[in-house]
């Protein structure tokens, strides 16, 4: 399964575009995890997503394509390119591209893709290199970079490789951050302006070597052939050129196992206080390893939209919402159904007057239960502050006054858990059912509600019309009501801590009405 970020990569779309087509119905996640929303898309969707490159870039409309991906047959899409082509031919002097494009989709349906590299999983040497980072308009531009460090430096300190290390994780037509290096055999002479690195990898690398005009299909063979492999990558991609023009690309990965194992990675630690730690955390940057950020340039383009935009390190090692608790280089956590817990480690580094943290996040089950590695989230320090629970938390309005409402009088019993009571199917179940949290809710016309959870004592909150109203915890949970083939539905909005402490939009619980 491909990450959205990924599949970004391999079909050459920024990730908004994919959540767009997502929202649309274009192209829609094979599976999306209930609690980080994090989308998985399936090698087939690599399929529709060139279809919808294609006929975008021919001039159809959003609305048309979506109506010919409803197409199951090879026959209907070859009807669809051949008459497209009828219509491009009369207008030649805007059409060339388009052409090209076509007799490759049409070339893709008949007879599918060849592999044309070969692609080896193997350790890999050291390398000393002379190397700068920066933000280059192009790649060409990056290339130039490397040629000018030949030229400053002896004959007899260069080697023969150039190395373009690629830190980018997503697609970009433009602007990458990139690590230019050309290979040495001796110490660079003082007062170089380049720094000395040492290329090594404590991975295994998978490898391919292409000429340089194949580059661009070698990434999308190799991305497509590691999750084949089930590898995971791990860090960035190394172009390494070679006198005789071709270019051997590189990638770190770490092999998945095929079945999963349930992880229950939560210790019992004695708690060492962290004073650099305490306060208040912003999430700027999601990256496979350390070595790929760059403040200039955070990777993570959606961060508007991440599940953990701010994260809290309270007083004594105190936990919240999904932490359980915390002690110096580790934090704990647990969430999802059924529970998963992980135990990430972190590291407090400064750079250009701000305190960055780097967690290990061992958020992603698929990867993690596979034996793969955390990801690396960013953090800056916003607020160095002893927080408590209180202070962090969302507070709603609870002083609404009562207005009835006749239909939602009488007692309702839950049968489902959805993101919206959009996403509701009457004859789909979305939640498991033993893991439903509520009960059931009776709604009393003196404007109280008596709601029964598992294994607790019923209790008693307000309501007003639109509204269950929990003044003790200062929450006011929205409720609709729907009549569905006959059957009348509730749908009470959820807020858990992933809405007071997470921000998050609230999921909703939905009920059916008791009629015995």
């Not at 007799?103 to 590299?117: D, L, P, Q």
Request: with cysteine; hydrophobic share 35%; glycine share 6%.
């Amino acid at each position: 399964m491909y990450k959205i970020g990924e599949l970004s990569r391999l079909c050459h779309l920024p990730v908004k575009t994919l959540r767009y087509y997502d929202s649309e119905g274009l192209l829609v996640p094979d599976e999306i995890d209930k609690f980080t929303g994090y989308r998985y898309y399936s090698a087939a969707r690599i399929a529709d997503c060139n279809r919808i490159i294609a006929l975008k870039e021919l001039g159809f409309s959003l609305n048309e394509i979506k109506q010919h991906l409803q197409a199951d047959s090879s026959d209907d899409l070859l009807a669809l390119i051949d008459a497209k082509r009828t219509e491009l031919e009369k207008a030649l002097s805007r059409i060339e591209f388009q052409l090209k494009q076509l007799a490759y989709i049409r070339n893709v349906i008949t007879e599918g893709e060849n592999s044309m590299f070969d692609l080896v999983i193997r350790n890999s040497d050291v390398i000393r290199v002379a190397y700068t980072r920066s933000i280059f308009h192009t790649k060409t531009d990056a290339c130039i970079a490397a040629q000018s460090i030949k030229s400053a430096l002896p004959n007899n300190v260069i080697g023969q490789q150039i190395v373009i290390i690629n830190y980018e994780t997503e697609y970009h037509e433009q602007d990458f951050d990139l690590g230019v290096c050309v290979e040495i055999r001796e110490k660079l002479p003082q007062g170089s302006t380049y720094c000395e690195k040492t290329i090594s990898f404590l991975d295994e690398t998978a490898s391919i070597v292409c000429n340089k005009n194949q580059l661009k299909e070698a990434y999308d063979f190799m991305v497509r052939q590691l999750d084949e492999q089930a590898c995971q990558i791990v860090g960035a991609f190394y172009e390494i050129y070679y006198d005789d023009k071709t270019v051997e690309l590189k990638v770190p990965i770490r092999r998945l196992s095929k079945k999963s194992t349930f992880v229950n990675d939560n210790p019992v630690l004695a708690f060492e206080n962290d004073t650099k730690a305490l306060g208040k955390w912003e999430f700027i940057d999601k990256i496979p390893s350390i070595e790929q950020f760059y403040l200039k340039k955070p990777k993570y383009s959606d961060s508007n939209n991440f599940w953990l935009k701010e994260l809290y390190f309270l007083p004594g090692g105190q936990g919240y919402w999904i932490v359980d608790g915390w002690t110096k280089g580790r934090i704990m956590m647990s969430f999802g159904y059924p529970k998963y817990t992980c135990c990430n480690s972190y590291s407090i580094h400064h750079q250009n007057g701000k305190t960055l943290m780097f967690v290990e996040m061992k958020d992603d089950f698929y990867s993690i239960s596979r034996g793969g590695k955390p990801e690396i989230y960013v953090f800056e320090k916003i607020l160095d502050k002893e927080y408590s629970k209180e202070e962090i938390r969302i507070y709603d309005n609870t002083d609404i006054p009562f207005t009835p409402d006749a239909f939602v009088i009488g007692t309702w019993i839950v049968t489902d858990f959805v993101d919206s009571p959009d996403c509701f199917a009457k004859n789909k179940q979305n939640f498991p059912q033993e893991a439903l949290f509520f009960e059931s809710v009776t709604f009393h016309d003196n404007g109280k509600a008596i709601v029964q959870c598992k294994e607790r004592s019923a209790f008693t909150v307000k309501w007003t019309n639109g509204y269950l109203l929990d003044q003790k915890n200062a929450i006011a949970e929205s409720y609709v009501t729907r009549k569905i083939d006959g059957t009348e539905y509730l749908f009470v909005e959820w807020k858990s801590g992933d809405y007071l402490f997470g921000g998050r939009n609230p999921q909703w619980y939905v009920f059916m009405r008791n009629l015995s």
